[in-house]
């Protein structure tokens, strides 16, 4: 079993700065591409950003320039640390990732519970 946890969110100003971070656990052999989605209420799930094995970043035009995406190998984690926040930021961020769990195994894909990020103005 695998499971992502995600932390980080919280309730923040319009300008302001949060970090979040998001670690999987349990049958690991390897973590391929690993991201980012949001959910606002009412809205379908959006692509926030993403980070492949080799450290390549996708971000979403709304938040290119504002968001960084990075991710620690050695801590099976990833960050997106989100500047210049806006209201319409706010939402519930679920972390995603592709891991196989041994060698040969198919790469499955996983999601945290998510994280509620609210930005006041």
Known sequence: QVQLV????GLVQAGGSLRLSCTASGK???INTMGWY???????RELV??????????????VKGRFTMSRDDNKNTVY???DSLKPED?????CNARITSCLGCYELRYWGQGTQVTVSS
């Open 6 to 9: 995600e932390s980080g969110g």
């Open 28 to 30: 690991i052999f390897s």
């Open 38 to 44: 949001r959910q606002a209420p009412g809205k379908q």
């Open 49 to 62: 950003a993403t980070i492949t094995r080799g450290g390549n970043t996708n971000y979403a035009d709304s």
């Open 80 to 82: 997106v640390q989100m």
């Open 90 to 94: 706010t939402a519930v961020y679920y």
